[in-house]
DNA sequence: ATGCTAATATCACATATGTGACGCGGTACC
DNA sequence: GGTACCGCGTCACATATGTGATATTAGCAT
């Protein structure tokens, strides 16, 4: 609010003296002179500039970042690690207020562990969710070369949210400056003959094609609980249906694919309703990147552990202490 | 094992050292505390704390960035409101290295002039094109309510480059925080009997309903130059399919909608297989801002301006001046 | 021209800051 | 265990900076 006064004003004077207070400022902060060199190259007194320089602040011409590194729990990292035989796992350290605070979080440190890890010529696979919304939030427009992001899973209609649906490729894709393939089909189908049917479309089989061929996937991972449910949320599934899920032993997904407490992969017809990678693919990335946040989805994080779907894990404190509770170890 | 523990305690002691650094530097810069009292607070020397300020900056941890204002000449401004009767002008001033450097200061100060237009309720219509890419990646990120951002023409297939697309209008979206409708359609059909099919579809129809009712439409203005005409270069035309649409006179378009200098509608096949807004529905609206930069547009700004296809016009010096040249006024 | 007002300069002085020189204690490495 | 080095503290001093009080000027309306 105080910082769109900077530009609102349509006044030319005001225009002249922000751009007078930008100079100065630029001076002082980016070109590291002094006050006083400052004053003689425009001709007004040191304590002016000085003055200049405050009001620069106060107005926002002048802005101020302090970058806080994130810091991550080694020990909880190491524990995963050995617990689960997977590749690697950042755990973020700190409690949050709010989930879309740990989100945010989180969503950070996935970002900067993919950008240390992308390279010129990978295919990035992708599917949705919160947590990689904001992870594509805080990744650092780059240029590469031969990038490409595929969509891992169907998107939605017309009606698509940003944080879920078919815009975290393009968004991704755009933060690369690279192209994205996208799944120009829905999630989840209602018979698995549709299903079969539009797999065979050219294009549709064309992006799964390279999405099987990804270098790295980055995905979220579902937790079936009431009120966390995303396929429910997003519209995809009643509250009844939803129970059904939970009912046949479902804690969580991935990529749309349900499976237990023990990472065992649910033969159910929802399953074989998804347009999108199978488990089975999935399972053959090299590199599969599970970014997910929160204590509630601990389940959904402990089954996709188990069961192999994701190969590395980005996670905070809270998730990590209870996804290793869950596996029978003290905290 | 080892390598990664080597790895492991060397990102461990740089990540203590960051988030130091970043401490310090959050109560020097952000709480304002002097460097005495910092160096009490941690029971370190003064100098210490000088150093560790000098080391947050070096290492980028903290960033100051100036905000330059930017400066429109209002001149050429009234100048152009009063020569096309439009609504309103904004021109940059100064000279610009290239063509994406125009782009990127046009798009900031089309996005300016954006948010203080921007009202709850409203509904934004928006093309597609470098010069809007540039103003939505510069519009700050705000809650409204009740606004919606609808495409205005089709996007392109599953190859979708970020610049240009269906991207657009969900990053607006995004930065709004409001929902999208779009245009699941091909901008460009290949056969007049294909376009009637689709518009009567039922997303299709709605959607267009929509952009029809839009308060605001953000459009960029295209020319039929060589090397600079979008759909050539993306791929909706050859080379020999141009060359005959410069030689019925379109010197450039607006929602793909071409025309001549004088603004004259063309009455082409070309101009009726495009999914999207027609030109008469896009007159109708009341706001309708042209965002574009470049002397190379000049021609197709003209055109743009004399047929009324846009009422507002945000762009560059070079290219306001040329295009009041080509109206044969003396600069 | 005559005031009035707001912006800026001037001056003075107290602090805040940057930095070089030097020494001490801990650490990594041989 | 020795040694070289690094990080940091201490001290000292030169500058840089912030700020209050007061004078001066520019712009502006009458």
Redesign the interface.
Known sequence: ME??K???TSN?RD?ER??YL??V??MY??EQKTQQEIAKSFGISRSGVSRLISE?RAR??????????L??N?NLEERLIRAFGIKDARVLRGRYESYQEVLAWVGKLAARYFEERLRDGMTIGISWGGALYEMIRAIRPREFRNVEVVQLIGAT??????TSGP?LA??L??RL?C????L?APLIVKEERARAALMQER?IK??LGRARRADIAIVGIGTTSPGYYSLVRAGYLSEEEAQEVRASGAVGDVCAQHYDLQGRWLDFPLNRCVIGINHEDLRRIDNVIGVVGGEVKAAAIHGALRGNYVNALITDEAAARKVLQLDGQRI
């Open positions: 910082r769109t900077i530009y609102d030319a225009e922000l751009a930008a100079q400022a630029t902060y980016e620069a926002g011409v002048v802005e101020i970042i302090v970058h806080h590194p810091k991550t080694k209609g017309a009606e698509a949210t940003p815009i393009q968004l894709a755009e400056h192209r994205s393939y996208q120009h294009h064309e992006t």
